[in-house]
């Protein structure tokens, strides 16, 4: 039960500041001057890595479905520890957008949710770089298997580099939200994509399948080639033996 609080409170942090960063300070609720991509993908990267050092020794800090999907094809943890996880970051996410949304609304600065959004994922026509949907899976399913690989390898007890873990994860995300945003929004996560759909509704709703499917696809590929030590050595060694 404290590993699955953890995990929510870490996914709520995530999403309150990351998705807020877009919603509250990204120019959405017309101000002028926006943080634009780079803060955007620096307050999700930052989010990550003052979870990572806060709650990672009680949980691990996963905060994504995916990447605890990557632990268990991997061999982390078990299908409950899994499951739990699962629906405590969910429902962590479901709360910050709530909050967001509540926020938002509360502003003088004019928000209409169906105009400026709730920091939800998509593709297509009329969002972001107006990728097809094909472009929005590839992206998903890579960013995905790449970040699910960082993790576990820079988490590795003997062969990784653990007192760095958090800082390498979070700079890890910003850097795939440097490149995503336009393309999806960035989502490799699917607590951060059904927070805000729930409140956004319509196109988010209809489109949140590829967030989940997409990520979790990516996330088994990262698990099994760590498992399979296509991305991670032979055996557990010590730090600079051959």
Do not use: C
């Amino acid at each position: 039960m404290k590993s699955n609080i953890a995990e929510a409170f870490g996914t709520f942090v995530l999403v309150f500041f990351g998705v807020g960063s877009a919603v509250l300070a990204g120019g959405g609720i017309g101000i002028a001057d926006s943080i634009s991509i780079t803060g955007i993908s620096l307050a999700f990267g930052i989010s990550v890595i003052a979870m990572a050092y806060s709650i990672g020794q009680v949980s691990g800090a996963h905060l994504n479905p995916a990447v605890s999907l990557g632990a268990l094809v991997a061999g982390r943890i078990t299908p409950a520890t899994f499951v739990g996880y699962s629906i405590a970051q969910t429902i962590g996410a479901i709360v910050a957008a709530l909050l967001i949304y509540v926020m938002a609304t509360n502003s003088s600065g004019g928000y209409d949710i169906a105009t400026n959004g709730l920091g939800q994922n998509g593709w297509g026509a009329g969002y972001g770089g107006e990728f097809f949907m094909i472009s929005a899976l590839i992206f998903e399913i890579v960013a995905t298997a790449v970040f699910v690989v960082v993790i576990l390898g820079v988490t590795e007890e003997v062969t990784g580099h653990p007192a760095f873990a958090g800082l390498v994860i979070g700079l890890t995300l910003t850097m795939i939200h440097l490149v995503g945003i336009t393309v999806t929004g960035t989502s490799v996560n699917p607590a951060r994509s059904i927070g805000p759909a729930l409140f956004a509704g319509g196109t988010a709703l209809s489109q949140l399948w590829l967030f989940i499917v997409g990520p979790m696809i990516g996330a088994a590929i990262g698990g099994m080639l760590h498992k399979a030590r296509v991305t991670s050595p032979e055996q557990a060694v010590a730090h600079g033996e051959p």
